[in-house]
């Protein structure tokens, strides 16, 4: 970043353009206009808002290139309502609500770093269970289009049986059952989650492949057996002990010589590379009591005191898709 002093207050001011997106998203301003162009003075009256205000709003998020307008009237092209669209079946709106719900978390920042009193961990399946399939459902739409990139970084070759542990809708143990046809996997989440994961894979033809077993990892063992484990975006809402708990049980449900994939934020040594990592380490001090981002070599050392050997890094971390793994003897 240049250091000058409009590039800097466009850093201070870089939460306008998120703001008016989350108040879009809040109004269900996209859900509307996909179905057909309305005017400022339409729109307010579906939604009881003030016309002027609503104007404004349409406006910015116009210029922002995710509604259209012609003749006065705006609209939400398909692009954007495939995904924004709380009627779309790819909808992403779950996630995106949860990110407005993270605005007001992020709100008290200051006081956090000045107090340390961050959240108990992520509330995203403390809601009802009609939120809680559309955040699911969110989750494999966003997940299944990095699944497949993550299963050829693994390279799982004659793997016969796969644990997902915290595995959600199932979403990347798919992946694999695709690339192996050989394979079996294992899903292991909470039960709410595991039922939508049984509908899910059900309807994908997949569920005579996979064993679903409800639990929570912070108290019970992990099924045993397996020579595969994934722990695909789990570590950075743990604190380092919470870790090192959960990676000793993956070595005690792995068979000898089996493997553990973690997918996740990994940072470089000094925690500034990259920078999607350092953001998301700042809402974890937000949300939880001791989560973050984890370097490679702590992830390693961790998981070396839990008895995995030949930890390595398979792939560099972009977008919460590093990749580490470790074997057990």
């Given at each position: 970043?240049?250091?000058?002093?409009?590039?800097?207050?466009?850093?201070?001011?870089?939460?306008?353009?998120?703001?008016?997106?989350?108040?879009?998203?809040?109004l269900?301003?996209?859900?509307?206009?996909?179905k057909?162009?309305m005017?400022?003075?339409?729109?307010?009256?579906?939604?009881?808002v003030?016309?002027?205000?609503?104007t404004?709003?349409?406006?910015?998020?116009v210029?922002?290139?995710?509604?259209e307008?012609?003749?006065?009237k705006y609209?939400?092209?398909a692009e954007?309502s495939?995904?924004l669209?709380?009627?779309?079946?790819?909808?992403?709106?779950p996630?995106?609500?949860l990110?407005?719900?993270?605005?007001?978390?992020?709100s008290?920042?200051?006081?956090?770093?000045?107090?340390?009193?961050?959240?108990t961990?992520?509330?995203a399946l403390?809601?009802?269970?009609?939120?809680?399939?559309a955040?699911?459902?969110?989750m494999?739409?966003?997940a299944?289009?990095?699944?497949?990139?993550?299963?050829?970084?693994?390279?799982?070759?004659?793997?016969?049986?796969?644990?997902?542990?915290?595995?959600?809708?199932?979403?990347?143990a798919?992946?694999?059952?695709?690339?192996?046809?050989?394979?079996?996997?294992?899903?292991?989440?909470?039960?709410?989650?595991?039922?939508?994961?049984?509908?899910?894979?059900?309807?994908?033809?997949?569920?005579?492949?996979?064993?679903?077993?409800?639990?929570?990892?912070?108290?019970?063992?992990?099924?045993?057996?397996h020579?595969?484990?994934?722990?695909?975006?789990?570590?950075?809402?743990?604190?380092?002990?919470?870790?090192?708990?959960?990676?000793?049980?993956?070595?005690?449900a792995?068979?000898?010589?089996?493997?553990?994939?973690?997918?996740d934020n990994?940072?470089?040594?000094?925690?500034?590379?990259?920078l999607?990592?350092?953001?998301?380490?700042?809402n974890?001090?937000?949300?939880?009591?001791g989560?973050?981002?984890?370097?490679?070599d702590?992830i390693?050392?961790?998981?070396?005191?839990?008895?995995?050997?030949?930890?390595?890094?398979?792939q560099?971390?972009?977008?919460?898709?590093?990749?580490?793994?470790?074997f057990?003897?």
């Amino acid at each position: 970043m240049p250091m000058t002093p409009p590039a800097i207050m466009a850093l201070g001011s870089k939460f306008q353009e998120s703001r008016i997106f989350l108040t879009a998203a809040e109004l269900d301003v996209f859900t509307f206009l996909a179905k057909k162009p309305m005017s400022a003075r339409e729109i307010a009256d579906v939604l009881q808002v003030t016309v002027r205000g609503i104007t404004m709003v349409l406006d910015a998020v116009v210029s922002m290139g995710l509604l259209e307008k012609k003749e006065g009237k705006y609209h939400c092209p398909a692009e954007t309502s495939s995904l924004l669209s709380k009627e779309s079946p790819a909808s992403i709106m779950p996630m995106v609500m949860l990110a407005s719900g993270g605005w007001k978390r992020w709100s008290n920042l200051t006081d956090i770093v000045r107090h340390g009193k961050g959240g108990t961990g992520p509330k995203a399946l403390d809601i009802g269970e009609s939120e809680r399939e559309a955040f699911i459902g969110a989750m494999h739409v966003i997940a299944s289009r990095m699944a497949p990139g993550v299963v050829a970084a693994v390279r799982p070759g004659n793997v016969g049986k796969l644990l997902d542990i915290g595995g959600g809708p199932g979403s990347y143990a798919q992946a694999f059952l695709d690339a192996a046809p050989g394979m079996t996997a294992t899903i292991f989440d909470l039960p709410p989650v595991i039922n939508i994961a049984r509908r899910r894979l059900e309807a994908a033809g997949l569920l005579g492949r996979v064993n679903l077993v409800a639990g929570d990892f912070y108290k019970d063992e992990l099924p045993a057996g397996h020579d595969l484990a994934l722990l695909s975006a789990i570590i950075h809402q743990n604190s380092p002990e919470q870790n090192m708990e959960l990676y000793r049980k993956i070595f005690r449900a792995l068979l000898p010589g089996g493997r553990l994939v973690i997918r996740d934020n990994i940072m470089n040594a000094d925690h500034t590379h990259p920078l999607s990592g350092a953001l998301f380490a700042v809402n974890m001090l937000v949300v939880t009591e001791g989560g973050g981002t984890y370097s490679f070599d702590e992830i390693r050392s961790s998981l070396e005191s839990a008895g995995f050997i030949k930890v390595n890094l398979i792939q560099p971390d972009e977008q919460m898709n590093g990749l580490v793994e470790g074997f057990k003897p």
